[in-house]
């Protein structure tokens, strides 16, 4: 169990390696919910970043690369194959 200090301002600080496990990030937000037992739970926020940040994510080097043609003849030949 890990133990927080309270400042005077009633502030927490939570460690690094408590936040690299919840995955957030300096200026990220997360949410913190009372429960009713007197605990409370936090969560990282979600997904943040714009969708621009995944593009080329898969890009492979020394990859072929394939037109939608090509990908609509493979899925044709595929489904015609199966049947």
């Known amino acids: 169990m890990l133990t927080l200090t309270v400042t005077a301002k009633g502030q927490v600080t939570l460690r690094k390696d408590i936040l690299a496990h919840l995955g957030v990030k300096p200026g990220e937000k997360v949410n913190?919910?009372?429960?009713?037992?007197?605990?409370?739970?936090?969560?990282?926020?979600?997904?943040?970043?714009r969708i621009s940040d995944v593009f080329n994510a898969l890009k492979r080097d020394n990859a072929s690369v394939v037109s939608i043609d090509e990908m609509n003849q493979v899925i044709a030949e595929g489904w015609a194959g199966s049947q």
């Open 32 to 49: 913190l919910e009372k429960l009713p037992d007197g605990r409370i739970e936090v969560r990282a926020r979600g997904a943040s970043g």
